[in-house]
Nanobody, 121 residues
Framework: QGQLEESGGGLVQAGDSLTLSCTAS??????????LSWFRQTPGQEREFVAT????????SYADSVKGRFTISRDIAKKTVLLQMNSLRPEETAIYYC????????????WGQGTQVTVTP
């Protein structure tokens, strides 16, 4: 079992909404973890940043392409990070990954296996 597990992906139509969930192990949600983020990747493309949330403060940041449509949040008690996606577009079809970053680290320490999101026209 991985340290981060995504769920909630699926097949939707353009304009629909979908909520992804990422459940973290204790290790991937402990006091060394600074932030949790969502990325997405399509075949042949670089992994793309989508959104991030500070584990302690809840402060958020988004890629310009999703601002106003996606919302990231965390539930400390449940060790869960959600990504609420509204007004989905076909070009947002991708595998969505959850990742956790530690304080004083430039790279992400933990990655999930990903969940597929497919948006049809």
């Amino acid at each position: 079992q991985g340290q981060l597990e995504e769920s909630g992906g699926g097949l939707v139509q353009a304009g629909d909404s979908l909520t992804l969930s990422c459940t973290a192990s204790s290790r991937a949600f402990d006091s060394t973890i600074m932030s949790l983020s969502w990325f997405r990747q399509t075949p042949g493309q670089e992994r793309e940043f989508v959104a991030t949330v500070s584990k302690n403060t809840g402060a958020t940041s988004y890629a310009d392409s999703v601002k106003g449509r996606f919302t990231i949040s965390r539930d400390i008690a449940k060790k869960t990070v959600l990504l609420q996606m509204n007004s989905l577009r076909p070009e947002e079809t991708a595998i969505y990954y959850c990742a956790a970053k530690r304080f004083s680290r430039s790279k992400y320490s933990f990655w999930g296996q990903g969940t597929q999101v497919t948006v049809t026209p």
